[in-house]
């Protein structure tokens, strides 16, 4: 097949970015998307071109790192798909393919479609732990875990970080992914000491960094490679809600 890149090109995060026409003729439709990417930047580097600068590691769908918006939809047109595991098949013949790195405040371009992260990171160092002593890998029977409270943490430790929910939000919000990283740990019994002061200090932390507030668009959760619902946000917010309750009843706080 034969397409056309509207790319977004960005030399750093002081550089004024802009559109670059790039012509990608002789694609294979059974390529990855970010295999049709590696194609175009060998013919770049041959002509003396320079590179598109992307993220990527697994190429697996599980480490959420090649995260960019592909005609204006995160990780482009496919329901529960990274970028790295869209293929071509899923353009058209002659089409005409824009793809943009993440856009959002806290989530700045360092170089064509590749942003930095790391706030995501720092939303997980307030409060994405517990303090329960591990080593060894203690019997399973010893501490049971209700059916339904183990599938609730396993649907929200399906969240990878990649940032699509922030990048598809109009309010940049980071709900969804903190809410993931909260019922996570919040729903199973190791986790519950920390319960309380882990939803204050992240979500003060998400608001800190500059994310926006969640109005219930959807589209976060539409956009999610590993569909995370909704419902986290809920439960995040009722969490937050008792935890602040408690802490005013607290002597003192």
Known sequence: MHITLKVWRQGSGRDAGRIETIDAPDIATDMS?????DVVNERLIKTGGDPIAFDHDCREGICGSCGM??????????????????????????ETVFVEPWRAEPFPVIRDLIVD????????QAGGYI??????????NNLPVPKPDADQAFEAANCIGCGACVAACPNASA??????????LGSLPQGQAERDARVMSMVAKQDELGFGTCTNIGECSASCPKEIPMESIARM???LLRATRRRRRRPGQ
Do not use: Y
Not at 33 to 37: G, P, S, V
Not at 74 to 85: I, L, N, V, W
Not at 117 to 124: L, M, P, T, V
Not at 175 to 184: D, E, P, Q, R, V
């Open 131 to 140: 303090t329960a002593p591990t080593g060894t890998a203690p019997e399973a």
């Open 33 to 37: 998307f970010l295999e049709m990417l």
């Open 117 to 124: 992260r790391s706030a995501f990171d720092k939303i997980i």
């Open 237 to 239: 917010n009722r969490d």
């Open 69 to 94: 918006m592909i005609n204006g939809r995160a990780h482009g047109p496919e329901q529960a798909t990274t970028t790295c595991q869209l293929h071509m098949r899923h353009f058209k013949d002659g």
């Open 175 to 184: 709900m969804l992914f903190t809410s993931a990283k909260i019922t996570h």
